[in-house]
């Protein structure tokens, strides 16, 4: 488990991390965003032990990152966005000089075994690393992460660069390792995020402005209790028929999809889904539905949205 409490980080009298507290658990993937310079890198560092905090406090599996910085940095596993990787080395003895670095006193042939059949690298343990493909020295990267099976896994970027078969093998081996690991995913590509991560934390300008699963992020910015539908027939029938539905307290018209077709959106009260009484009205009205669909962002909106909105934070002392 991870739990990051009241975190801060100054540069001068720069905020680049503004009391930013969440917590991942143990066997969560949980999804870490936000757009360039908004404090993420430098909240995924703290985490890491890679730079201090200037106040709040890091723990990973019950290690404090400042008070037990070699204790909290062994439960770690690390894969940052280039691969810590010596080229000239083959598969098998970089991680073998890996295993030995980190001091890990698991038996090291059988560990460094399951750890190549974890990432499949088996086939290219005994190739010369700059020989290999990007998603193969990706593997590689992930394979010296997990050695030493620490309980925490972090990873920027796991998929820059791959071609679509390499990135949808990365990701099923990710979600393989958030079963038995807490692991804290850093990405651009937010279907990636939406595909693999239970959980996502969105940092703007240093500040969390977002903390739910995806599904909750998108009906929490969406427009409330709104259904939308394309419906063909008159509008003028279509608009009297959907105002008459009980729970109905606004409909829009939209553009018109096709002859006789418009798009229409309907509001209704709150806790009500009108949406089986709207089906017999529109039946009644001899006016067939051809689509409806409740109104949620996608994971792209709700992060534009949440990103744009959030106000520059103020500096110490009062300043802008």
């Not at 698991?106 to 010369?128: F, M």
């Not at 995020?193 to 009906?219: K, Y």
Request: aromatic share 6%; proline share 5%; hydrophobic share 35%.
């Amino acid at each position: 488990m991870v739990e990051v409490k009241n975190l801060v980080k100054k540069y001068g009298d720069m905020l680049a991390v503004d009391d930013v507290s969440f917590t991942a658990e143990t066997g969560e993937i949980l999804g870490f965003l936000g757009p360039n310079g908004a404090g993420k890198s430098t909240t995924m560092n703290i985490i890491t032990g890679y730079i201090s905090s200037s106040s709040g406090t890091v723990t990973v599996d019950g290690c404090e990152i400042l008070d037990d910085p070699v204790g909290a940095k062994s439960k770690i596993g690390y894969l940052p966005e280039i691969p810590p990787l010596y080229i000239d080395m083959t598969v098998r003895k970089y991680l073998e000089f890996m295993f030995n670095l980190k001091k890990v006193t698991l038996p090291k042939k059988e560990h460094i075994d399951e750890v190549c059949a974890v990432t499949k690298i088996k086939d290219v343990q005994n190739r010369i690393i700059k020989h290999l493909s990007k998603g193969y020295k990706q593997r590689v990267g992930l394979a010296q992460a997990l050695l030493g099976n620490p309980p925490v896994i972090i990873l920027d970027e796991p998929t820059v660069g791959l071609d679509p078969k390499q990135i949808i093998e990365m990701r099923s081996l990710i979600k393989g390792l958030g079963k038995k690991h807490t692991v804290i995913l850093s990405s651009h590509v937010l279907s990636e995020v939406q595909a693999i991560c239970d959980r996502i934390i969105i940092i703007n300008r240093g500040r969390l402005v977002a903390d739910s699963s995806t599904s909750e992020l998108s009906q929490t910015l969406s427009k409330s209790n709104c259904i939308v539908l394309r419906v063909v027939g008159a509008p003028t029938g279509v608009l009297s028929a959907l105002r008459a539905v009980e729970g109905v307290y606004r409909v829009e018209k939209g553009l018109r999809v096709s002859d006789n077709c418009y798009e229409y959106e309907v509001y209704s009260e709150k806790d009500k889904d009108p949406s089986r009484a709207i089906f017999y009205a529109m039946a009644k009205n001899n006016t067939p539905i051809v689509l409806m669909r409740g109104n949620e962002l996608s994971l792209e909106e709700a992060f534009l949205k949440v990103t744009k909105s959030e106000p520059a934070p103020k500096e110490k002392g009062g300043k802008r």
